[in-house]
């Protein structure tokens, strides 16, 4: 479907008669003005208990993309000292906070056009819903179907959606012929000086970043002093390896950041969960890749709290935040003028990275 075109036009086009359509709502509207603090559930399911204890009564379950207030956190005294000791006061009794997303709500507007070559976007809202439209089928939920808040995409058009209301055309920047849509109410548009260059200034052989594995640290250097760090989470090793299975513990050694990507869709790119990847995680944030295999980098995660404890199949999971200020820091630098699909991604020999295992 072409992007860019009027309400009109896309009404005459595509025949749409909404009553004649099974439109799954997207997320239910909630008031913009302060909400407090808001999770989501980004398991399958995770126990609601009696006190802030594993040994606690199971009271209940909030369920995946569940949307829970959280009313106080609390680190108990009694829990052990290699658990992440966060855990929430919720209605009605106590989360951990291993397997939530903190998330936020605010509305967008919309705008008229989009370049072709695209914007970078991001979702403000705990989850939106993504549709696909084919010609004679209409309008469908598209098999990745949701979209996380904070995930990054890349909008490539503006399109009246299946509730005659403005939505963005997303491409997905492994397949050019992959395009979904999504409210566009639901969707920032991020503006370029958000991922311009931090300190370019200070010569790129001048930058480091080491991770400690024994502590689930980064640390990020100039001149060999600190200037950033953050916990993370590394890779679990695999307790066994079969023959050509990539290995999932976070390699160790000296490397280079040597691809650069604002929005990664990892694992299965159709979102079918029977997939041979295991796992579909579309607009992977802030991706700075530098392992030798495998595909291992830095990257936002919207799939899990835990940092400071191993989470991953080899990344280095990050805070969104905390991914892209290094991706803005790292070399190589991204550019903030897009022209063509081929600039979503940069490559080059970039800032040293080291992963210590504390072995020596």
Not at 130 to 138: C, L, S, T
Request: proline residues 9%; glycine residues 10%.
């Amino acid at each position: 479907m072409k992007g860019n075109i009027s309400r009109r036009e896309f009404l005459k086009l595509s025949g749409l008669v909404m009553g004649g359509i099974p439109f799954i709502p997207v997320f239910p509207p909630l008031y913009e003005e302060d909400q407090g603090m808001l999770v989501r559930v980004a398991t399958k399911e995770i126990d609601l208990r009696s006190r802030p204890n594993d040994e606690a009564p199971i009271i209940g379950k909030r369920l995946r993309d569940q949307v829970v207030h959280v009313y106080e956190e609390l680190h108990p005294a009694d829990a052990p000292a290699f658990y992440n000791t966060l855990w929430y006061r919720v209605w009605g009794g106590y989360i951990h906070s291993a397997h939530v997303q903190t998330v936020g709500m605010r509305f967008n507007q919309p705008v008229e056009s989009i370049p072709e070559a695209g914007r970078l976007c991001e979702v403000t809202v705990p989850y939106t819903i993504a549709y696909q439209f084919k010609p004679g089928e209409g309008w469908f939920p598209w098999k990745g179907s949701r979209l996380y808040y904070g995930t990054t995409h890349w909008a490539t058009g503006v399109t009246a959606g299946p509730d005659g209301e403005p939505w963005y055309q997303i491409t997905s920047e492994i397949d050019a012929y992959l395009i979904y849509y999504a409210p566009a109410v639901h969707i920032r548009l991020i503006p370029e000086d958000e991922f311009s260059p931090l300190s370019p200034n200070v010569p790129p052989e001048k930058k480091k970043i080491e991770i400690h594995l024994p502590t689930q640290t980064l640390t990020a250097l100039e001149y060999g002093k600190p200037v950033f760090s953050t916990k993370i989470s590394s890779g679990i090793p695999n307790p066994r390896l079969d023959p050509g299975e990539i290995p999932t513990a976070t390699p160790k050694g000296k490397f280079n950041i040597y691809s650069k990507m604002p929005n990664k869709h990892m694992g299965s790119v159709t979102g079918n969960p029977d997939a041979k990847a295991g796992f579909s995680l579309p607009g992977v944030p802030w991706t700075s890749f530098f392992g030798p295999v495998g595909g291992v980098a830095f990257h936002g995660t919207y799939w899990h709290t835990n940092f400071g404890l191993q989470m991953s199949h080899g990344c280095i999971n990050m805070r969104n935040e905390d991914a892209k200020w290094l991706f803005r820091w790292s070399t190589p630098v991204f550019k903030t003028k897009i022209e063509s699909h081929a600039d979503w991604e940069v490559t080059g020999f970039g800032t040293t990275v080291y992963v210590d295992d504390g072995k020596g």
